[in-house]
């Protein structure tokens, strides 16, 4: 059975950073294009950013305007885990995270067309 768990969340002040992990189990996903998105109490589901498999035209990463040159998405494929760094954090930034999994392209990636979801890890930045 695949699954994602998310690991790495808590209460940080602002400025602060943390470094979310997602361990994958039941496939090995190293072709696989991963992603991270965040849903805020009261607000829609938003990505925040994806890491596609070297396999495709290469290892690129995408990421929302709202964290570009904040996070950084990047995976160990011999732990079968996809992290998220957090670097100088926001209030804005409060939010559960979820990390995601895709088992093919299609129409929409990075911000859409995945299979799979981890069940999140709250992060809650103080002002």
């Known amino acids: 059975q695949v699954q994602l768990v998310e690991s790495g969340g808590g209460l940080v002040q602002f400025g602060g950073s943390l470094r979310l992990s997602c361990a994958a189990s039941?496939?090995?996903?190293?072709?696989?294009?991963m992603g991270w998105f965040r849903q805020a109490p009261g607000k829609e589901r938003e990505f925040v950013a994806a890491?596609?498999?070297?396999?495709?035209?290469?290892?690129?990463?995408y990421y929302a305007g709202s964290v570009k040159g904040r996070f950084t998405i990047s995976r160990d494929n011999a732990k079968n885990t996809v992290y998220l760094q957090m670097n100088n954090l926001k209030p804005e930034d409060t939010a559960a995270y979820y990390c995601?999994?895709?088992?093919?392209?299609?129409?929409?990636?990075?911000?859409?067309?995945?299979?799979?979801w981890g069940q999140g890890t709250q992060v809650t930045v103080s002002s």
């Open positions: 995601a999994a895709a088992l093919s392209k299609t129409t929409g990636w990075p911000t859409a067309g995945y299979d799979y």
């Open positions: 890491l596609q498999p070297m396999s495709w035209s290469g290892g690129i990463s």
């Open positions: 039941g496939w090995t996903f190293s072709a696989y294009p």
